[in-house]
Nanobody
């Protein structure tokens, strides 16, 4: 069982930056796929970014060039650096993970993962 806890959300003006963190409850020794998702009021949850244990990364088109996903294995923490924020980025952001992760599966931003955090709110004002 893997537990995830997000932090770092808040309110910022358009053009600003935030860094979200997702602390993992235990060290993941095997293959994994981890990602960030978001859900705005009245909208479906969408994948934002994903990172595989082999270093492969994918992003949804709307955040490419603005968001960066990374993982610090020493700290068991997943990050999402968000720059040039826009009002349409306003949402509850969740991190998720799947481990073990089958070698024949693709770790992409749209893949639904197994373990989920509780979410952290990001609000961007114009």
């Amino acid at each position: 069982q893997v537990q995830l806890m997000e932090s770092g959300g808040g309110s910022v003006q358009a053009g600003g930056s935030l860094r979200l963190s997702c602390t993992v409850s235990k060290y993941i020794s095997g293959a994994y796929c981890m990602g960030w998702f978001r859900q705005a009021p009245g909208k479906e949850r969408e994948g934002v970014a994903a990172i595989h244990s082999n270093g492969d990364i994918s992003y949804v088109d709307s955040v490419k060039g603005r968001f960066t996903v990374s993982k610090d294995n020493a700290k068991n923490t997943l990050y999402l650096q968000m720059n040039s924020l826009k009002p349409e980025d306003t949402a509850m952001y969740f991190c998720a993970a799947e481990t073990p992760f089958p070698t024949f599966q693709r770790c992409t931003y749209s893949r639904q993962l197994t373990y989920w955090g509780q979410g952290t709110q990001v609000t961007v004002s114009s």
